[in-house]
């Protein structure tokens, strides 16, 4: 199984910067896809961000040139920087991970709220 932990989230206002950060545990090394996803309220969850151990990225449209997903292969852990911000990204963010076999996991989910 794979564990894994979100953090960074908070309120910003429009035209700020925050940093996601999703800490995986566990089996780590099974894991071949790693992706952000969000849900703002009343809203399905949505793509926002992927990639896997090629380091090939993707981004939902609404996001790019704005968002960048990185992860650090030491520290197990995955980031989204997100600049340049706007109320629509206000949403909970949840990291997802993909390992060998198909099963996915996710996170607990932390608060995006950009407001002025």
């Known amino acids: 199984q794979v564990q894994l932990v979100e953090s960074g989230g908070g309120s910003v206002q429009p035209g700020g910067s925050l940093r996601l950060s999703c800490a995986a545990t566990?089996?780590?090394?099974?894991?071949?896809?790693m992706g952000w996803y969000r849900q703002a309220p009343g809203k399905e969850r949505e793509l926002v961000a992927t990639?896997?151990?090629?380091?090939?990225?993707n981004y939902a449209d609404s996001v790019k040139g704005r968002f960048t997903i990185s992860r650090d292969i030491a520290k197990d852990t995955m980031y989204l920087q997100m600049n340049s911000l706007k109320p629509e990204d206000t949403a909970v963010y949840y990291c997802?991970?993909?390992?060998?076999?198909?099963?996915?996991?996710w996170g607990q989910g932390t608060q995006v709220t950009v407001s002025s």
């Open positions: 990639t896997n151990l090629h380091d090939n990225t």
């Open positions: 566990g089996r780590v090394f099974t894991i071949y896809f």
């Open positions: 997802k991970t993909v390992v060998y076999g198909g099963e996915e996991y």
